[in-house]
């Protein structure tokens, strides 16, 4: 069973800045896919940014303000989310599709709250 240790949520102003931390409980060797998504209210969960069998993907409404970033030595990927938008408002939820013993397996934290005031 994979744990993902999520961390750094909060509410800011527009215009401000977090930082999302993700750590799995298995080893970023093991991974294949590991990414945050969000969900807002009554909304479907989307995509904010991923690296996928190595490559880095971003959702269209994210791109050049947020920046994920994958941190081996810690085994630990991070979000950092500038020149938030009240838009951006939503439970983030880290996930990750990584090798398991009997083969691929996907897992995900249990959300972070983002809240964004105007």
């Known amino acids: 069973q994979v744990q993902l240790e999520e961390s750094g949520g909060g509410s800011v102003q527009a215009g401000g800045s977090l930082r999302l931390s993700c750590r799995p409980s298995?080893?970023?060797?093991?991974?294949?896919?590991i990414g945050w998504f969000r969900q807002a209210p009554g909304g479907q969960r989307e995509l904010v940014a991923s690296?996928?069998?190595?490559?880095?993907k971003y959702g269209d409404d994210v791109k050049g303000r947020f920046t994920a970033t994958v941190d081996a030595a810690r085994n630990r990927m991070n979000l950092q989310m500038n020149s938030l938008k009240p838009e951006d408002t939503a439970i983030y939820y880290c996930?990750?599709?990584?090798?398991?013993?009997?083969?691929?397996?996907?897992?995900w934290g249990q959300g972070t709250q983002v809240t964004v005031s105007p």
């Open positions: 298995v080893s970023l060797r093991t991974t294949v896919l």
């Open positions: 996930h990750i599709k990584h090798i398991g013993p009997t083969g691929d397996v996907t897992a």
């Open positions: 690296v996928d069998n190595g490559v880095l």
